[in-house]
Structure formats: structure tokens, C-alpha cells
């Protein structure tokens, strides 16, 4: 890797971190978060429309990027890595399959970690093993796809 795909790696990261909080956090829709997990089409589709209007908002936030700071990416690079990114962001919020990830990898009690129960709610501000998890996950994939798209 050149110094230059270096620097084009770290301020795709950058702009696709930024842009990844944005768009799961503020473009994401009330119904979205509520219903991209259900089983079925409504689910599915729920999660489609987060997806894509996930990937418009860092696709927003990068091409300005790209062409302010004169970055060289190819639009197969962009294209691929974006669309990296929206397939595992869509597997991962589907819910069940992140669950499912966690158990078989012995994080079952911290997925569940402040997880409202009957009884007992061990969750006295915003934040749970789910979504550390989720978050982490998506993370990883936007460094991939960071990568991918300064490399293609």
C-alpha cells in the first residue's frame, strides 16, 4: 500500500464512520428501527429501506469528500466497497443473525446485557450488549469497505 492509498484509506474511513453514525442514528426511521427486525417481508423490506437510505447518506458524504480533497477512487472501488458495507449492515440488522453470531461465539449473556425483563431492568440508560455488538460489527465492515474502496 503507497503512502497515497494510505491517506485515501484513512479519509474514506473517516467520512464513512461519520457518515455511518448519521445515517443509522438521524436518517434512520422510527418505523425502520422498529420493524427491520421482524420476521418475514415486513422485516426484510424495513431493513432494505434503512439500508438504502443508509448507503445514500455515505455515498453524501463521500463523493464531496472525494472531490474536495481530490481523492482517487475508482467508481468500481465505490461501488463494491459501498455495496460490501450494505450487505452486512442488512444481515446484521436483521437481528437474529447477529444473535445468532454472538451465541455461537459465547457472547450470548453479553447480547442480551440490558435487555428489559419482567421484573428486573438492568438497563438504566440508552445502550445494550445488542447494540454494542451491532455497532462493533458494522464498524469492522466499514474499515473492509474503507479498504475496498481505496484499493479497487
Same mark, same amino acid.
Not at 11 to 14: G, I, K, M, R
Given at each position: 500500500m503507497t503512502a497515497v492509498t494510505a491517506e485515501v484509506f484513512a $479519509? /474514506?474511513? /473517516?467520512a464513512l464512520y461519520v457518515a455511518h453514525s448519521v445515517g443509522d442514528h438521524w436518517v434512520q426511521t422510527s418505523h425502520q428501527s422498529a420493524h427491520k427486525g421482524r420476521p418475514g417481508w415486513v422485516g426484510r423490506l424495513a431493513d432494505a429501506r434503512h439500508v438504502a437510505t443508509l448507503t445514500a447518506t455515505k455515498l453524501a458524504v463521500l463523493l464531496p469528500l472525494v472531490w474536495l480533497l481530490d481523492l482517487h477512487v475508482s467508481v468500481l472501488?465505490? /461501488?463494491a466497497g459501498l455495496g460490501t458495507d450494505a450487505v452486512t449492515h442488512w444481515w446484521a440488522d436483521r437481528r437474529t443473525t447477529l444473535a445468532r453470531l454472538a451465541e455461537a461465539l459465547g457472547l450470548g449473556g453479553?447480547?442480551?446485557?440490558?435487555t428489559p425483563r419482567a421484573g428486573h431492568d438492568d438497563n438504566p440508560h440508552i445502550g445494550t450488549g445488542a447494540y454494542a455488538?451491532?455497532?462493533?460489527f458494522h464498524h469492522l465492515w466499514l474499515l473492509i $469497505? $474503507?479498504?475496498i474502496i481505496a484499493t479497487v
Open positions: $479519509a /474514506v474511513f /473517516v472501488g465505490i /461501488v453479553f447480547y442480551r446485557l440490558g455488538l451491532d455497532q462493533s $469497505a $474503507a479498504l
